[in-house]
């Protein structure tokens, strides 16, 4: 058996001996983590080279993809031009997450390569984090537990903690897991209000669901803001200096979308005012450490517990392997597991819900806090 991490015959002729059986062809790179035992059910069909740590090698990733017909990444892959050039077999993306912020799109469409995110595959472990950030933040315990370890009882303090019961949730996005996160919060009894601009007024969708046609608005009724929106030219800093001046005194935001979207200095600035009463980031700018102090400072924790663990080799993660079963020239999409896909023009699927698939489509731009684009973290 070949070691851990690669498939052997992946690009040339070793792995096609016959026993009597119709040769494969070598099919799929995997550059990021991905759980063994999801790529193991691959095998099953395809030849496959996986390597977690070829995303830091981008001229061995281009070497690897000479023979490949579909290449399946995470958010540090930069799946570029130049990339996809080095694979002219290529005919499929499999990104696991839903953010596209690091494959180009119009590159993609150019060489007639169908990008397929994971839709849905993490929703409800998003949904899940938002909830328990909203009820850490407005309690105010978390940061409490290094005092108790240094022997004291900070209760007076902390009586100060909020209930979320009789508080507003702001959404801003209102794609598939921004509607988790509303269902979720109103049996908290919770009011929920969101702004999206991209799911019409009339969407049964708004039915329980207090609709803000602005971003200003939304800001000054919430208590809490919880951010559900792709990365966009339309919506990096989309949360900058003026709108956290819109938010109420002692408001909390959480960010499970993109680390862009929210400034972070900005963010810093308004913590260490007093003007917020906290934040937790389960995205960050790709590379970037937090330079703005440590005190106050944000709850950073990752959002996406076990989606591969279960996702990939159950239901969630149909849809990744339908993205991978390409054989010669032809292509099946086979979402037989479970999870459907939002298509363009070009057959590339997106993340579901209005808000999704226009804000990716169009990016169109804010203007101040006007509206939000909607769409899956």
């Known amino acids: 058996m070949p070691p851990s991490g690669q498939t052997r015959g992946w690009l040339g ?109 993490n929703d409800q472990a998003v949904a899940e984090y938002v909830i328990a950030a909203t009820l850490m933040l407005l309690r105010g315990a978390y940061h409490a537990g290094e005092a108790m370890l240094a022997g004291t009882w900070p209760r007076q303090t902390l009586m100060a903690g909020r209930e979320a019961a009789g508080k507003t949730l702001g959404l801003v996005g ?88 929210v400034d972070e200095a900005a963010l810093a600035e308004s913590l260490k005012a007093g003007q917020l009463g906290g934040a937790a980031l389960g995205a960050r700018p790709r590379g970037q450490p937090w330079r703005h102090g440590a005190d106050p400072r944000p709850v950073a924790r990752q959002h996406e517990p076990d989606r591969d663990r279960a996702g990939q080799r159950h239901g969630r993660h149909g849809h990744l392997r339908g993205a991978c079963h390409c054989r010669g020239r032809a292509f099946a999409g086979r979402a037989d597991r479970g999870g459907a896909f939002e298509r363009t023009g070009n057959g590339s699927a997106r993340p579901g819900g209005a808000g999704d698939r226009a804000s990716a489509r169009r990016g169109g731009r804010l203007s101040g806090v006007e509206a939000a684009a909607g769409g899956a973290a």
């Open 174 to 261: 209102f794609g598939a897991i921004s509607r988790q996160v509303a269902q979720r919060a109103r049996a908290l009894g919770m009011t929920v209000a969101a702004c999206d601009p991209f799911v019409a007024a009339d969407d049964p969708a708004w039915r329980e669901v207090s609709r803000h046609a602005t971003l200003e608005s939304l800001l000054a009724a919430a208590d809490v803001v919880s951010l559900h929106v792709p990365l966009t030219e339309g919506t990096r800093n989309l949360l900058d200096a003026q709108a956290l001046a819109a938010l109420k005194p002692g408001a909390v935001v959480i960010n499970t979308a993109r680390g862009g979207v």
């Open 13 to 121: 002729e070793a792995g096609r001996e016959g026993r009597g059986r119709k040769a494969r062809l070598s099919d799929i790179v995997i550059s990021e983590f991905m759980d063994e035992a999801a790529v193991d059910d691959l095998r099953g069909d395809f030849e496959v080279l996986y390597d977690a740590a070829l995303v830091d090698r981008p001229e061995d990733l281009k070497a690897a993809l000479a023979g490949a017909r579909a290449i399946i990444v995470r958010n540090r892959t930069q799946v570029t031009a130049e990339v996809l050039a080095a694979g002219p077999r290529l005919v499929a993306v499999g990104r696991l997450g839903v953010g596209l912020d690091n494959i180009e799109l119009a590159a993609c469409e150019a060489r007639g390569v169908k990008v397929f995110p994971a839709t849905g595959a």
